[in-house]
């Protein structure tokens, strides 16, 4: 029989009012998760709603939309003055191949560093860390995974790079904000679009040239701009609470650990918690009840 089993390590048993305080105080990180995660949850529905207003009415308050002259468009109503144009239109495809080998230092793309549904670049990779032939891309363009459309993931580049052959590399001319372009490519009707052309069984494409022929709603460069900067307005409260998630979840491990191990005491944590944490929102820390 193994010694561990015959000796086991001595484990620090706090008095039951101790235990109380710990389980209280673990659980109030834990609540304050759960709400973080709420909020997160609302915020993106109201992301959704939000771009289905903006992409039918425009920058206007919700309030305001019965007095937005209309238009029949074959993508349905829309603003009076914007154009209807074919994605093809106002983008095009970049296709320039580069081996890693000859990139630099330059940052990599796959399709595993983009987040569904965020237009954000928020991981990449190295390009000495790939081998096979890659894509080229300049700041400014949008980088859109065309394998497995359903999962949307599309993302605006803030910086020169290389990226996956399984992305494709869109560049906005001149009637067109790349950032506008970065949103629309996330409404439900180009994600459905797009998932209608795929070919393939086991690994579903869409390609450039089903793509471009997508009909798109084109306001003016203004309320193009506009439209970009109240979906980011929300992007960035998303962001916040998920920085906000995530440290409450490392808080949470910390205080797991050190709580169990004897390292610190309820009453160190609930004195230190007294004017609250400005990272996690969280205190001071009620009294648990014995």
């Excluded at 909020?39 to 009415?57: D, G, N, P, R």
């Excluded at 086991?202 to 900067?229: C, G, M, V, Y």
Aim: hydrophobic share 40%; glycine share 6%.
């Amino acid at each position: 029989m193994p010694e561990i089993a015959l000796n086991p390590p001595p484990f620090n048993l706090p008095p039951l009012p101790e235990q109380r305080a710990i389980a209280h105080v673990l659980r109030t990180v834990q609540w304050a998760k759960e709400a973080t995660e709420g909020v997160i949850a609302a915020l993106k529905e109201l992301k959704k709603s939000l771009m289905q207003h903006l992409f039918t009415y425009g920058p206007v308050p919700v309030t305001e939309r019965e007095r937005v002259p209309l238009q029949e468009t074959e993508i349905g109503p829309l603003p009076a003055h914007w154009r209807v144009v074919r994605l093809g239109e106002v983008a095009t495809l970049f296709t320039r191949g580069i081996d890693p080998a000859n990139a630099g230092a330059k940052r990599y793309i796959g399709l595993e560093h983009i987040e569904p549904g965020n237009i954000r670049i928020q991981h990449w990779g190295k390009a000495d860390d790939v081998r096979s032939l890659k894509t080229a891309f300049q700041q400014g363009d949008v980088l859109y995974g065309k394998l497995r459309p359903y999962l949307d993931k599309a993302v605006l580049a803030e910086w020169d790079g290389i990226c996956s052959t399984d992305i494709l590399v869109i560049k906005a001319q001149s009637s067109l904000l790349p950032e506008f372009l970065a949103y629309l490519v996330h409404t439900s009707q180009f994600i459905d679009y797009a998932i209608s052309t795929t070919t393939g069984v086991n690994h579903p494409r869409t390609s450039w040239k089903a793509l471009q022929k997508f009909p798109i709603s084109l306001p003016p460069l203004d309320e193009q701009r506009e439209i970009a900067r109240m979906l980011q307005a929300v992007d960035a409260k998303i962001a916040a609470e998920q920085a906000r998630r995530a440290a409450l979840e490392e808080l949470f491990k910390t205080l797991l650990h050190q709580l169990m191990t004897g390292q610190i005491r309820v009453s160190n944590i609930t004195g230190a918690q007294q004017s609250g944490d400005p990272a996690t929102g969280i205190g001071p820390f009620p009294q648990s009840e014995d």
